[in-house]
């Protein structure tokens, strides 16, 4: 008997498909795959790539951080912390997963040699006195920050806190600060920095006893004079219903005064901060206000549609590109409470930019309680620059589908 009569004759006794049959049809996957492949081949090296999204417009194009293609080698320490950790119990049901993967921020890998340094440090010991490299990568992207199995470094000899209400305006000793990372090295030095002509984010408002601190969004203030100045008993006033502002967050709070005067209204704030040459969240913290040391680009650390009110002074400004300023915004929408009031204090940026940035703020969907506009002529009116204070709501109803 032939070899294909005895295929055809044969019967694979699994199946119940003659073998010729069976052989037939190994032919034609095999063909149809090898098509397909070099068909694939063809348009991915002849094709034209497909056209980039259209950005929004008068926006400009947000820029990357280019992350190694190769494995960086870093030390051990990192990829302990990085796991994967498989859980003790097993699969976990409301994570859905049997392994932990702490968060690394994504640019980490961008700066392999600043990352290599945080993590190289002496296990259960003392960390590396770092502060001020470690802020480096954090306001690079690499946030959160990786976590350490090491005590940081800190004063030895601090004061203890003092109780309220005296710590609201009251300046921490010089020994409750680790002063390394600092050009000033006392308090003294940092109030007296509001007189030099060099620029110091935030520089005057280490003075709680005479400086401008002691009178920001109060009545008192000359409003007659600037308009862009709100009060907090007018926010306050505006809230619908009223006293329904009771938790709020305050984006880049400086030394905390601005939460310090909502605490002495009721409400209870929490200051985004970084130390920018100066013991911002050490203060801020004496104060007894909460300090969160995020940066301006990290997400927002709450959930949708919880707070009363975010307020943001000179930070969330023209120095952001539009994009990334409209993600910011968005953020600010998710975490208000349907009716929240997002007070934008002294929003700033070029004369020629405003209508752009008008243009982002206005995308958002927010209502506008008040929207005030002016001149910026700190540094000169030769910088053409221009300020906005805009007090705006969130819509009560339908702030989903706005």
Not at 124 to 145: H, I, K
Not at 161 to 167: E, G, K, R, S, V
Not at 264 to 284: I, K, Q, R
Not at 292 to 312: C, G
Request: glycine share 6%; proline share 11%; aromatic share 10%.
């Amino acid at each position: 008997m032939s070899i294909t009569r005895l295929a055809a004759s044969y019967v694979d006794p699994g199946t119940g498909v003659p073998l010729r049959r069976a052989i037939l049809y190994v032919f034609v996957l095999l063909g149809s795959n090898l098509a397909t492949f070099l068909l694939s081949f063809h348009y991915s090296s002849c094709a034209t790539p497909p056209a980039a999204a259209a950005a929004p417009p008068k926006m400009a194009t947000p820029t990357t951080t280019t992350v190694p293609e190769q494995p960086v080698d870093l030390p051990l320490e990192f990829h302990a912390f990085a796991g994967p950790h498989a859980l003790p119990y097993g699969r976990n049901t409301n994570w859905g997963t049997a392994e932990l993967r702490p968060p690394v921020g994504h640019p980490c890998l961008a700066f392999p040699d600043l990352l290599a340094a945080f993590m190289s440090y002496p296990v259960n010991a003392s960390c590396p006195d770092d502060e001020l490299p470690a802020q480096r990568l954090l306001l690079r992207g690499c946030e959160p920050l990786p976590r350490r199995r090491c005590r940081p470094a800190a004063p030895p000899d601090p004061a203890p806190p003092l109780p309220f209400p005296d710590a609201l305006w009251s300046t921490p000793p010089d020994r409750s600060v680790h002063w390394s990372a600092y050009t000033c090295k006392s308090f003294r030095c940092l109030v007296d920095r509001a007189r030099s002509p060099r620029f110091d984010d935030c520089k005057d408002c280490f003075d709680l006893a005479g400086g401008r601190e002691r009178y920001r969004w109060l009545n008192a203030t000359d409003k007659k004079r600037n308009p862009l100045n709100f009060s907090i008993d007018e926010v306050l006033a505006s809230a619908s219903p009223p006293a329904s502002v009771r938790i709020g967050l305050d984006i880049g709070g400086g030394s905390g005064t601005f939460a310090v005067r909502m605490r002495e209204h009721g409400v209870t704030v929490v200051a985004t901060t970084v130390n920018l040459n100066g013991p911002f969240s050490t203060f801020v913290a004496a104060r007894g206000i909460v300090p969160l040391y995020v940066s301006v680009a990290a997400r927002l650390p709450f959930f949708d549609n919880t707070l009363d009110i975010v307020h943001s002074m000179h930070v969330l400004s023209g120095w952001i590109p539009p994009v990334a300023l409209q993600f910011a915004l968005f953020d600010v929408y998710r975490v208000l409470r349907p009716g929240g009031l997002f007070w934008l204090d002294h929003f700033f940026c070029g004369e020629a930019e405003m209508a752009a940035y008008v243009d982002v703020i206005e995308s958002v969907g927010f209502g506008k309680l008040r929207w005030v506009t002016g001149s910026k002529l700190d540094k000169g009116p030769e910088r053409k620059e221009m300020y906005l204070s805009a007090l705006l709501e969130k819509p009560l109803k339908n702030s989903w589908r706005h």
